[in-house]
T-cell receptor
């Protein structure tokens, strides 16, 4: 089974801090994603990466950056945390091998519930 | 563009009741369709998928059929259990739009004994 591991289940930080959320996958997947999940808004894509050192903006990249130095690890960075970034953050990975990429599911970690005080 | 619309929740059912959660989609190409489940405090888990028209995905007693003519992928279960209480997300993936998934907003299900 695919394992996507997020470094923290719960995290509390203060406004203005630089915050790092880490995600590691063990299936050699090419693609990795960061979402935030808020009540009534569902999942919103922040950034994704389709290869090492490659990144693409999602729907809500403002206030965030990412890093992918190794294939298995994808980090989300809050440059200067603000209270409106309090949320559940979900990391996912996906293979792009096989006959059709669109058939491949995304595999999720357990999420990091981040509170910014 | 691509989008997924799910029925509004929350849904509350008694144990052994029949479940339907409606999902309709809009896609520019030929999408693959997915249902995910999220139990309290956890991430999303793949429940089932269907990759072409008329395919039926099934898992753990849940089923969904890919209906191209009605652009729908409704989730059904004949007899729900308390342990099915969770949030359910419908999603699509379209090769024309690369690696992105499009998720519905989720439907919360509570099953009472």
């Amino acid at each position: 089974d695919v394992k996507v591991t997020q470094s923290s289940r719960y995290l509390v930080k203060r406004t203005g801090e630089k915050v790092f959320l880490e995600c590691v996958q063990d299936m050699d997947h090419e693609n990795m994603f960061w979402y935030r999940q808020d009540p009534g808004l569902g999942l919103r894509l922040i950034y994704f990466s389709y290869d090492v050192k490659m990144k693409e903006k999602g729907d809500i990249p403002e206030g965030y950056s990412v890093s992918r130095e190794k294939k298995e690890r994808f980090s989300l960075i809050l440059e200067s945390a603000s209270t409106n970034q309090t949320s559940m953050y979900l990391c996912a990975s996906r293979s792009d091998r096989g006959r059709s990429v669109s058939n491949q599911p995304q595999h999720f970690g357990d999420g990091t519930r981040l509170s910014i005080l | 563009g691509n989008s997924v619309t799910q029925m509004e929740g929350p849904v509350t059912l008694s144990e052994e009741a029949f479940l339907t959660i409606n999902c309709t989609y809009t896609a520019t190409g030929y999408p693959s369709l997915f249902w995910y489940v999220q139990y309290p405090g956890e991430g999303l888990q793949l429940l089932l998928k269907a990759t072409k028209a008329d395919d039926k995905g099934s898992n753990k007693g849940f089923e969904a059929t890919y209906r191209k003519e009605t652009t729908s992928f409704h989730l059904e279960k004949g007899s729900v259990q308390v342990s099915d209480s969770a949030v359910y997300f419908c999603a699509l993936s379209d090769l024309n739009t690369g690696n992105q998934f499009y998720f519905g907003t989720g439907t919360s299900l509570t099953v009472i004994p």
